[in-house]
């Protein structure tokens, strides 16, 4: 840029009295803190000059100010002062003074987050420097700090620190370095959080049955001890549950992504609504599921993969539901689900919770009406409101069919059966149903929306099959006399005779060691025992109880998977068993690419952009910001379920 006679004989008149590299690093904390960092601008002052006056050794005084400021508000001057190394000079002078800084009460430090991308997308043209974007609020595992924000734009895209945002179009995106390579997370505006406090969470959950409300509370303890102790003041901005709760979930979904795909960018949601974002979890439920089950049924693959029977990986496997993990669902029975060609219809029930008592829509109705809607989600509470409704056929055959099962349950000597219809109390499910390979790893899982049952049961393990997932050619389960029965009693009934019912039924079956005793049957004791000599091979010296186990250790989880509500319980069940599998077989979850280097096979279905989810829903989005604006002070837990 040409500068202007004047212009530089003014800048040789500074430069006699200020060396060229001093006034640079006075325009770099200058642009550096563009606002005020205390209360009185003074300090701000002040503060800089004795940064300067530290790092090169001199004594400037108040009285240089007019001069400094005179070329900070002269681009093309600053351009002149500006030397290729002055970043790297600043940075070093702040490592240098840090620990000078920490120790007086106005503590100094800097945090300055730039973007990472040097290249634009779109055009491949080198950006510009970065430029002043809004200073933030830095969350650390025991202290909140100050930091800076900066921004390049180009080619309608805005590159920060964490994302890159499209301005016209709103979709953000994360690449792989700022989920495991960045210090800092930086998902969501004007939310940043240490890595090592996310990360710090995970493990927590995992080892400690942590939730996030008191993951939130011990780390503000911790924050506010350790301001006091280092004499600080104390701070107003600290951990909040909803929004690290949802940033958490991202930067989870974006690790198993990562991991499973070989995306280079992951779409995140522009704004923390938990109604937008739980249409993106459950118009992606199926392809989480998917990625999930194609990897964990084929981890013998993994290089580096350690499970508990490395030597007999996936011999067998055991599968059971876990009933503790019941929350509150919609009382509406005639869900169903048609994607399963050899079942047809399958009632699953309505996994939706039942409308809050603090609903606008419960508070319009009269309250013998309000009675019957509270027990139903906000998609069927007007089921109740009509006398004699008369199901759809399809739903007719399902229910028809689930009857024939609960009788067929009902009449088998070995099985005790579960009432479900429970008329005075809101429904809930039955958990979830967990296969668990004999290596002690999560291959499968579905939550239970209604009552465990033979037909269920059956529904679970098809579709894990549809889905692309291996399973062991032996079973253990606590009801398998009466699982095979009704396998082949319904055949070429109600079960269809195609290639995943005969692998189901070509498969070795038996009672796991635990439940053994409590059956009469004298098959029982012979076919189905794991003691038999065509079991042996199977299961000779193998853990039948692995579910059990298992479930004992998600028992401590109860509190938080009750609470949890559909379609997140799908992505947050998801996210927590990947995790478990990764610990119990030393597989590190920040692999990128994993999945594509094992061999895995891809995901046949697509991943649904969070934008082609919300322009879909246009209408729905609309008319629940207006049910939010009279439900705003009540609904205290967009985010929170625990």
């Not at 989920?179 to 959950?205: A, P, S, V, W």
């Not at 079956?509 to 079991?535: A, G, M, Q, V």
Request: with cysteine; aromatic share 12%.
């Amino acid at each position: 840029m040409d500068v202007s006679e004047s212009n530089k004989n003014f800048l040789l008149n500074i430069f006699q009295y200020v060396a060229p590299s001093h006034v640079a690093l006075f325009l770099r904390l200058i642009r550096l803190y563009p606002m005020n960092i205390v209360s009185d601008f003074r300090k701000r002052e002040q503060t800089i000059l004795a940064i300067v006056n530290e790092v090169t050794g001199n004594d400037y005084q108040a009285n240089i100010w007019p001069s400094i400021m005179s070329i900070n508000r002269i681009p093309e001057l600053v351009e002149q002062v500006l030397l290729s190394n002055e970043h790297e000079r600043l940075l070093l002078a702040i490592e240098q003074l840090q620990a000078r800084f920490e120790l007086q009460p106005h503590r100094f430090q800097i945090y300055q987050l730039v973007p990472k991308n040097k290249t634009c997308i779109m055009c491949q043209i080198k950006l510009k420097e970065p430029e002043f974007d809004e200073t933030c609020i830095i969350i650390g595992r025991n202290n909140v700090y100050n930091g800076i924000l900066y921004k390049n734009e180009c080619c309608d895209i805005i590159y920060k620190y964490g994302h890159m945002r499209n301005r016209r179009t709103r979709e953000r995106f994360v690449v792989s370095d700022a989920i495991f390579k960045q210090e800092y997370i930086h998902l969501f505006d004007h939310l940043i959080y240490e890595r090592i406090l996310i990360i710090g969470f995970t493990n927590l959950i995992q080892q400690a049955a942590s939730n996030f409300q008191s993951y939130t509370n011990a780390t503000n303890t911790d924050i506010d001890q350790n301001r006091s102790f280092r004499k600080q003041d104390p701070v107003q901005e600290k951990l909040q549950p909803k929004s690290f709760a949802a940033t958490w979930t991202w930067f989870e979904i974006c690790r198993y992504l990562f991991f499973m795909t070989n995306s280079q960018t992951i779409e995140i949601p522009d704004i923390i609504q938990r109604f937008s974002h739980d249409l993106y979890f459950e118009a992606n439920s199926l392809f989480f599921y998917e990625l999930f089950v194609k990897f964990w049924s084929r981890h013998g693959q993994v290089k580096g993969c350690e499970c508990q029977a490395k030597d007999t990986c996936m011999l067998n496997f055991v599968f059971d539901t876990h009933m503790k993990a019941h929350r509150l669902v919609c009382a509406h029975t005639g869900s169903c689900d048609e994607s399963i060609p050899e079942l047809g219809p399958v009632a699953i029930g309505c996994p939706r919770p039942p409308l809050r008592s603090s609903s606008s829509i419960l508070k319009n109705e009269l309250a013998n009406d309000k009675r019957k809607c509270k027990y139903y989600c906000i998609n069927h509470y007007d089921h109740s409101l009509i006398k004699n409704d008369s199901p759809d056929p399809l739903v007719a055959q399902a229910l028809e069919q689930e009857r024939m099962a609960d009788i067929f349950e009902a009449n088998d000597e070995c099985t005790v059966h579960r009432d479900e219809d429970d008329r005075e109390h809101k429904r809930r499910t039955a958990g979830f149903m967990a296969i668990v390979s004999n290596c002690n790893v999560i291959i499968g899982w579905n939550e239970s929306v209604r009552s465990e049952g033979m037909r269920r049961n059956t529904y679970h393990l098809l579709k894990y099959l549809h889905l692309g997932g291996i399973l062991p050619p032996a079973a253990a389960y606590d009801s398998a006399c009466t699982f095979v029965a009704y396998l082949k009693n319904q055949y070429c009934i109600s079960i269809q005779q195609l290639p995943y019912v005969d692998e189901l039924l070509q498969k070795k079956y038996c009672i796991d060691r635990f439940h053994r005793r409590n059956h009469t049957r004298p098959e029982c004791k012979t076919t189905l025992s794991c003691s038999h000599p065509d079991n042996r091979p199977f299961f000779d010296n193998q853990n039948t109880q692995v579910c059990e186990q298992l479930f004992s250790h998600f028992t401590k989880l109860k509190a938080t998977l009750r609470s949890i509500a559909w379609p997140y319980s799908n992505i947050f069940y998801c996210i927590i068993f990947h995790l478990r599998n990764c610990f119990h077989t030393n597989i590190f979850p920040d692999n990128l690419y994993l999945a594509a280097k094992s061999n895995i096979p891809p995901p046949t279905k697509k991943l649904i952009s969070w934008v082609q989810v919300m322009a879909s829903h246009i209408d729905e989005i609309s008319e629940q910001k207006r049910s939010e604006s009279d439900e705003e002070d009540n609904d205290i837990q967009d985010y929170i379920y625990d």
